[in-house]
């Protein structure tokens, strides 16, 4: 196909009703002829509707029915003609034929599941004979690829699923660009979710450029799950605009460290979690010594020299930061 060469829409073939009254008629007419040929012995009218009823079927393969959101793409002796496409009954030359090279593809997508018809042939087997579905269909349909293990940007494997809604723009680009267009849209999501996973870190980490401007930024697959989406989006729909599709929108579904690593990162999580607490108690131990230590300064209750500061805030800090009740020990002697 010529990269200059559009989809065609064929306009004005909405005749298939009238096509098949008249191939009806024609049948009726023919019988008809054939009967009274016999009777009145009249050789030309009995040949003539002898060859009326042989031939009047080729015009039964040129009815063509098509649903909302479908598309035929019709070729004539291997020349593309044009596509139909809209609800409506159809006839067109009979020696077209309908063209979708992915009429056979099953993937992990809507749209897939009732693909074609079946045909059961009889016998003991009973055996069912699939006949594939020239129609292409526009309608907005969701891919969702196997779960891929990609190391992130930190050399991390992390397992990522993408389930990716698109539809089909341009029949014959479809259908004549690309060999395949369901198998061609798989692996390039494939390549584009292996593309922009490794930019990103599974987690916030620092010194690290996810945008590519040379400032280091906070983007993580699992903190920036929307714009690492979006840039999936992007990327597909840059590799596959030639083959006539559009990519909607692009959703990360799965996403979880690679399971040969997930413990020992559970663990890591774990213990920065401990990390930040801790810290955040020794803050806020520490404050309230200072605070003590003010309020008994400023209210002249006790003096206190530098020895028995060290042994109340030490006591403080023990009862503040540890993580069972203090016991309390009651002192009947004097302070010193």
Not at 71 to 99: D, H, M, Q
Not at 277 to 292: H, L, Q, S
Request: proline share 3%.
């Amino acid at each position: 196909m010529p990269e200059n060469m559009k989809e065609k829409v064929l306009t004005g073939h909405k005749h298939g009703m009238a096509m098949l009254l008249l191939v009806l008629a024609l049948y009726v007419a023919a019988i008809a002829g054939t009967i009274l040929g016999a009777m009145w012995e009249n050789i030309a009218l009995l040949v003539v509707c002898i060859v009326v009823l042989s031939l009047t079927w080729l015009l039964l393969p040129g009815l063509k029915v098509l649903k909302p959101q479908e598309a035929l793409v019709l070729t004539l002796f291997g020349r593309y003609i044009g596509t139909l496409k809209g609800e409506g009954f159809y006839w067109v030359n009979p020696f077209c034929t309908a063209v979708n090279p992915a009429a056979k593809t099953r993937l992990k997508q809507s749209g897939d599941v009732d693909g074609g018809q079946h045909l059961k042939l009889g016998g003991e087997n009973n055996v069912a004979v699939e006949i594939p579905n020239k129609k292409i269909s526009l309608k907005l349909m969701t891919l969702n690829n196997n779960r891929q293990k990609i190391n992130d940007c930190l050399g991390n494997p992390v397992e990522i699923g993408i389930a990716v809604t698109w539809r089909v723009v341009d029949t014959a680009a479809a259908a004549f660009r690309v060999d395949n267009y369901k198998e061609f849209l798989s692996l390039q999501c494939d390549a584009a979710l292996r593309n922009i996973v490794r930019l990103y870190p599974y987690d916030v980490a620092p010194n690290v450029d996810t945008t590519g401007d040379g400032v280091a930024d906070e983007g993580s697959l699992r903190g920036s799950s929307e714009v690492v989406a979006q840039r999936i989006r992007q990327e597909i729909q840059g590799k596959v605009e030639q083959a006539g599709l559009e990519i909607v929108e692009a959703r990360i579904t799965y996403l979880a460290y690679a399971p040969e690593i997930a413990a020992v990162m559970l663990q890591r999580q774990q213990a920065s979690a401990i990390i930040d607490a801790r810290k955040m108690i020794v803050d806020g131990a520490v404050g309230m010594v200072e605070m003590a230590l003010e309020r008994l300064k400023e209210g002249g209750m006790v003096e206190l020299d530098e020895e028995r500061k060290a042994a109340m805030v030490s006591n403080l800090l023990v009862v503040l930061c540890g993580n069972h009740d203090a016991q309390p020990v009651v002192n009947s002697g004097s302070l010193y």
